[in-house]
């Protein structure tokens, strides 16, 4: 059987390579069985930007902690 694959995406104000970072996962050869953008108290429009790719990719938001704290 195949392995489950999950790709976490930490983000921070980077809602510009949001769209093109979701594109290129959603779009391998073999599809991610879930997709989560860790939004880390982000104030551009991460939010906006994901939702767009709803439902194949789930939305986290928390207060700002820092890459490591993200990814945990």
């Known amino acids: 059987g195949w392995m489950r694959i999950s790709v ?10 949001l769209p093109r970072t979701l594109e290129s ?6 599809p991610a069985d879930e ?18 790719f709803a439902p194949a990719v789930r939305y986290v938001h928390r207060e700002n ?3 490591s704290a993200a990814r945990n």
């Open 35 to 52: 997709v989560l953008v860790i939004d880390d108290g982000s104030t551009d429009d991460t939010a906006e930007v994901t939702a767009r």
């Open 65 to 67: 902690g820092g890459l």
């Open 8 to 17: 976490i995406i930490p983000c921070y104000n980077r809602a510009d390579y």
């Open 25 to 30: 996962v959603l779009n391998q050869t073999r």
